[in-house]
């Protein structure tokens, strides 16, 4: 298909993912994202599809073990296809279409490229996360040594989903957009407690401000205290309500985290009656899996981490 790869060292070229999120962004009705981020997380390399006329087809960088894992020995690789990326950003929505020609060619070339350089750098292996439903992985030979999560649906519609019986009431509330500065300040400890990493009250208020422009609902779990205790937002995307993330402090156990979905999946059918279906997704957390299947949704697609042997 005459696709170049090309490399960058992050190292020598420390704007080169601010130009590529500029292509990528270019054209769309929202600006390019704040892409600070610590030392820690930034790439060693990155690998660049594109094709024979310059046009960007899709990204991929390659961390270090040590960004990821002290006992680790496998360079991770995380990779973006512009195509589909671009299709997320306008509809809201993670296309679940089957992959083009040359999407999955360009997974490849990425995945391809991403290992030659792991293993220039003297490493044994090269992991991703995935499901591989356009088979790239079983093209180049790498094996699931272990499932992180996966998407939780609603077996039902909306319409028709009954509250499953013995769940908790729990308290919650409803978050508006600007939140107020003190709810700020409570959801950046939530945030915090949850990924390690510090929030302040501006980086709490961007996670609500960055979603894409389409209706929303935003629910807390609160403490007997008032304190919040975990949170969700459901996206709603023509007929489907989307959470990418339970945030789930250790205040909130199963039950409760069961009982907040059920008041979700309650008011999307109350406030947003277009919504038929609820899909969560469940990023390696137990209790959050086991709440899912307590409040009546079911696995639609598990992720795997795929290692690569170089």
């Known amino acids: ?59 991929a960088e390659v961390h270090p073990p040590a960004a990821r894992d002290d006992t680790a020995d496998a360079a991770d690789v995380q990779w973006l296809l512009v195509s589909r990326e671009r299709e997320r950003l306008t509809t809201g929505v993670h296309a679940r279409r089957s992959p083009t020609a040359e999407e999955r060619e360009t997974a490849a070339r990425l995945l391809r490229g991403a290992a030659r350089r792991a293993a220039a750098g003297g490493l044994p292996a090269l992991e991703w996360t995935g499901t591989d439903g356009d088979g790239v992985a079983a093209d180049l030979g790498a094996g699931a040594t272990e499932e992180p999560g996966g998407r939780w649906t609603t077996p039902v519609s909306l319409a028709g989903w009954q509250r499953p019986a013995g769940l908790p009431q729990v308290t919650v509330r409803q978050v508006t957009v600007p939140a107020p500065a003190g709810l700020l300040a409570e959801h950046a400890r939530l945030y915090s407690e949850v990924t390690g990493r510090p929030y302040t009250p501006r980086d709490a208020a961007e996670v609500l401000r960055d979603l894409p422009p389409l209706p929303h609902l935003t629910l807390d779990l609160l403490t007997p205290a008032g304190r919040t205790a975990a949170q969700v937002t459901a996206v709603i995307a023509g007929t489907e309500a989307l959470v990418d993330v339970v945030f789930r402090g250790a205040a909130a156990d199963g039950p409760a985290v069961a009982g907040l979905i059920a008041e979700l999946a309650a008011r999307l059918r109350r406030d947003h009656p277009r919504a038929a279906l609820l899909e969560v997704q469940e990023h390696g957390d ?3 899996a086991e709440a899912l299947a307590a409040a009546g949704l079911r696995p639609a697609e598990r992720w795997y981490r795929y290692r690569l042997e170089l």
Not at 30 to 46: F, S, Y
Request: zero cysteines; aromatic letters at 10%.
């Open 1 to 59: 298909m005459g696709i170049t790869v090309e490399y960058v060292a992050y190292q020598d070229d420390t704007d080169a993912e601010v130009r590529l999120y500029e292509e990528l962004y270019a054209g769309l009705p929202m600006p390019v994202p704040d892409l600070g981020r610590a030392a820690a997380d930034r790439p060693a390399w990155i690998v660049v599809a594109r094709r024979p006329d310059g046009r960007l087809l899709g990204w």
């Open 286 to 288: 137990p209790v959050t």
